[in-house]
């Protein structure tokens, strides 16, 4: 919005060219989100507390102290990522450019598949919601809907290939595979990072560090300078994402103040879903989709963490965990919350360095 509305006026007031440069737009995107997310976060927690006397409901087979621990906490906090991420991108973007626009409608949409199910746990004051079949098949169609338009908005040579990382010449052509494999990409990751978020903080530093990460992929993907120094795909009109990707960092990082442990508000699956969906979307727009799987390889591990437990269980009446997902699992071995929470955002950055790492060597 500022874009369009202040760089026509550079001609007469020469700082204003700052908002022709996307560096400069994706800073205030970032302190934009950063400013709403500890201006809004106080009243709507306290609104959250208000409406929500008894707090998130806490899943009866999980760990035996959360029951004590995390009782009372609201949940459905992030709505103030949502919020926070929408007007800082809407504000400083090129609201001209689609892929943005694309991005949004996830976010927007798997945020709001999140509040519903949110919203049925706590009316219905249990650990279930929207059924799994109809939560996946919300999904679906989101992300059905927005990899046929990113398909239709991106050049036709590359818009259903799939590259693969630290290699300079491949593009795997999908054809009309490529649909279906990005909706896995979009809802594979929300959920991904929906079974990341069971520890206060747990899940909104890798998402932070997963922004940052595709912040910077966006910006080179979108850029045929780099793109030829790098030897990577060029996808003009992604480096706008780079704002979108600075706004999810601020908020982020304000929503990180409240949810510390102990934290004063869960995200639920309205920040979860929403967050997880966005970076699938930049991940397709940005032709990184694969490199996704190794920035956000904690979420990865999580899932398939759960995925294991369920196939051992099922075949053998084993569980190789002592409970799923993984964090849960040191939980019962005795770690303190706060050791795996850090130790698993460590894990997160050296899988974030890994991630970046493929845009050098090829």
Known sequence: ???????????????????????????GAVVTALLLSFILGPPLIAWLRRRQREGQPIRDDGPEHHLLTKKGTPTMGGFLILLAVSIS??????????????????????????WLDDYLKLTRRSSRGL?????????????????????ALTDADIAQ???????????????????????????????????????????????????????????????VVYTNYLQLLYVPGSGELAIFCGSLVGASLGFLWFNAPP?????????????????????????????????????????????????????????????APLHHHFEQKGWAEPTIVIRFWIIASILALAGLASLKLR
């Not at 500022?2 to 022709?20: A, I, M, V």
């Not at 400083?92 to 949004?104: E, I, K, M, P, T």
């Not at 929300?190 to 909104?204: Q, R």
Request: aromatic share 12%; hydrophobic share 60%.
């Open 1 to 27: 919005m500022l874009y369009s509305l202040l760089l026509p006026f550079s001609d007469e007031f020469g700082p204003l060219r700052l908002f022709q440069f996307i560096t400069f737009r994706t800073g």
């Open 89 to 114: 991108t809407l504000l400083w973007s090129d609201l001209g450019n689609r892929y943005v626009w694309a991005v949004l409608i996830v976010t927007v949409g798997f945020g709001a598949i999140g």
């Open 131 to 151: 059924p799994s079949r109809l939560k996946f098949l919300a999904q679906i169609v989101v992300g059905t809907a927005a990899a046929m338009w990113i398909v």
């Open 161 to 223: 290939g799939l590259a693969i990382p630290f290699f300079k010449d491949i593009l795997i052509q999908l054809g009309w595979v490529f649909v279906p494999f990005a909706v896995f990409v979009m809802v594979g990751a929300s959920n991904a990072v929906n079974l990341t978020d069971g520890l206060d903080g747990l899940a909104i530093v890798p998402i932070m560090i997963a922004a940052a990460c595709f912040g910077l992929i966006s910006y080179i993907v979108g850029n």
């Open 263 to 323: 934290a004063m508000v869960f995200m639920g699956d309205t920040g979860s879903l929403s967050a997880g969906g966005a970076l699938g979307a930049i991940s397709v727009v940005t032709k990184h989709e694969i490199v996704l799987a190794i920035i956000g390889g904690l979420f990865v591990l999580e899932t398939v963490s759960v995925i294991v437990q369920v196939i051992s269980f099922k075949l053998t009446g084993n569980r190789i965990f002592r409970m």
